[in-house]
Nanobody
Framework: QVQLIESGGGLVQAGGSLRLSCAVS????????MGWFRQAPGKEREFVSG????????SFADFTKGRFTISRDYAKNTVYLQMNSLKPEDTAIYYC????????????????WGQGTQVTVSS
């Protein structure tokens, strides 16, 4: 059974940074492309970033504008989302996702979802 466990969310002031982590278990980590989505209260869920089975393949939503980076550690079966220069509008629940088809962009078919971790950015 595949499990995605997120951590690293919390409360931060505008301009601050957070690093989200997502640990994957239950299947070979390199089988998956990975990604992050988010959902703010009253808004649609939206794609944030994705990383391919090969880590140099990456995709970002426009709103990240170079503020966010994504990486993966094959030894730790973990994917990271480093978020810098955070804004109040980044407040959302952030979900880790995994794609067995290898897609890593907003159109990817993500088979597995984590429970989510809350990120709150105060102004």
């Amino acid at each position: 059974q595949v499990q995605l466990i997120e951590s690293g969310g919390g409360l931060v002031q505008a301009g601050g940074s957070l690093r989200l982590s997502c640990a994957v278990s239950g299947r070979t980590f390199s089988d998956f492309a990975m990604g992050w989505f988010r959902q703010a209260p009253g808004k649609e869920r939206e794609f944030v970033s994705g990383i391919g089975r090969i880590s140099f393949l990456k995709s970002f939503a426009d709103f990240t504008k170079g503020r966010f980076t994504i990486s993966r550690d094959y030894a730790k079966n973990t994917v990271y989302l480093q978020m810098n220069s955070l804004k109040p509008e980044d407040t959302a629940i952030y979900y880790c996702v995994a794609s067995s088809s290898g897609n890593y962009d907003s159109s990817g078919n993500y088979d597995y979802w984590g429970q989510g971790t809350q990120v709150t950015v105060s102004s």
